[in-house]
C-alpha cells in the first residue's frame, strides 16, 4: 500500500434481493483515505451510506471487491481476526449513542479497553482524560439517562476513540441532536480525530457538517462522485 494511504478500496460491490430482483448498493466502488483524513459521504436516503460503513467496519460481507486497512485485507480475515481488528483499529459512532444503560459513562468508555485485555487502572485513566478533554468532567457518574443527548453522544465519541483506533467510521452522529448541540459535538469529535491522528469516513445528510470536512464524496446509484 502506498505511503500515508490508511485504507484502499478496490472494486467493491453490494447488492440485495428486493421483491422485483436485485437491487445495487454499491457497485464497484473504488477509493483511497489517507492517515488523518476526514471524508464526508452524502447522498440520498437509502443511497446506501450505512451499507458503505457496515461493509468497511467489517460486519458486513461485499458481494465483490476488497478493502485493505494498512496492511490488512478485510474480507479476507476471518470472524474472530475480524472483531480483533474492530476493537483495535477502527472506532464507531453511530446517530443513536448505543451506550449500555446501567453502565456509568466513565464505565462505557472502559469497555472496549477491559475487553482487550487492559488493566482496569490503565482503562479508567485513559477513559478519564479523554471524557475530560471532551468536557465531561462532572458527567463521569452518570448513567446515560441522565446525560443530554449532546453529552451522551460525547460520551459515544470518546468510546470509539479510546483505543485510538486508526479509522473512525461516523454515521450521522448529530442526527437527533438540535443545530448549537450539534456542532459542538462535531466540533469536539473533529477535534480529537486530529489530535489522534484518526482518519474518519463520515455519512451524513447535512452539508453544512460535511463542508467541514477534508473531502466529499457523493454516493449516488451505488457509485461514488466526487463533489470537487
Known sequence: MKENILLRVAGLSKSYQGPSGSLDILDHISMELSYGEFLAVVG??????STLLQVLGTLDNPDEGEAYLAEHMLFSLNQRERAHLRNRSIGFVYQAHHLIPELSALENVMLPLLVRGEG????????????????LKDRLSHVPA???GGEAQRVAVARALVGKPSLLLVDEPTGNLDEVTADE????????????????????????????????????????????
Open 44 to 49: 440520498e436516503s437509502g443511497s446506501g451510506k
Open 185 to 228: 459535538v462535531f466540533e469536539a469529535m473533529q477535534q480529537l480525530c486530529r489530535e489522534e491522528n484518526a482518519a474518519v469516513i463520515m455519512v451524513t445528510h447535512s452539508m453544512a457538517l460535511a463542508g467541514r470536512a477534508d473531502r466529499v464524496l457523493r454516493l449516488k446509484q451505488g457509485k461514488l462522485l466526487s463533489e470537487a
Open 120 to 135: 482496569k487502572k490503565e482503562a479508567e485513566e485513559k477513559s478519564v482524560d479523554l471524557l475530560v478533554r471532551l468536557g
Open 146 to 148: 441522565k446525560l443530554s
